[in-house]
């Protein structure tokens, strides 16, 4: 029995040993394929490793560039704003106009509301008359005037267009207010 269990133990260790080798056999395949993956981390490190440039410009460089783009772009930039001041204007001066036209028609309507068509119609045929004239005398000096002179004209003549219905819608207040004071003299 005791060589039985001589038999059993030398066995079991002989299954031991055999266990050991398998496993350092994995070790060492384990290692050699691990230096392998490795062995070429240096050259690696060496290669992913970020470098950092930093490119310094002299001041007068940078100032130079500074002044070339603004001797580029200025010029665009002030006629822009030209443009767009002279379109403001145009749209204020435009607005002023048909202000006017809405006072001067508001104080026809109620001209004509007062008094009878056939002084209205006379009145109408009097300043149709006068825009006919006006007309063919822009006509005459428009042909004679060159590009600025022509604005300069064409904006002189809207003034005066606005300060015409301005003077004919207080001509038309005062009448409106001579009639209101007829009336309540009448009445009293």
């Known amino acids: 029995m005791a060589y039985q269990s001589y038999q059993q133990r030398q066995h079991s260790y002989a299954s031991c040993v055999t266990s050991l080798r398998t496993s350092l056999s994995y070790l060492q395949s ?34 130079a560039a500074e002044v070339s783009l603004r001797d580029e772009i200025g010029p665009f930039i002030s006629l822009l704003l030209d443009r767009a001041e002279k379109n403001i204007d145009r749209q204020a001066r435009r607005i002023e106009t048909l202000k006017a036209r809405a006072e001067l028609n508001a104080g026809r309507l109620s001209h004509y509301t007062s008094e009878g068509a056939s002084s209205a119609q006379q009145e109408r045929q009097r300043r149709q008359q006068e825009r006919e004239r006006e007309k063919k005398l822009k006509a005459a000096r428009s042909g004679r005037l060159d590009g600025s002179a022509a604005l300069r004209a064409k904006v002189v003549a809207q003034r005066k267009e606005a300060l015409k219905y301005s003077v004919e819608r207080l001509e038309m207040e005062v009448q409106q207010k001579e009639r209101e004071l007829r009336k309540r003299l009448e009445r009293h």
Do not use: C, M, N
């Open 30 to 63: 384990s290692v050699s394929t691990l230096d392998a993956g490795i062995s070429d981390f240096p050259r690696l490190t060496s290669l992913l490793k970020t470098v950092r440039h930093y490119e310094l410009i002299p001041q007068p460089t940078l100032a």
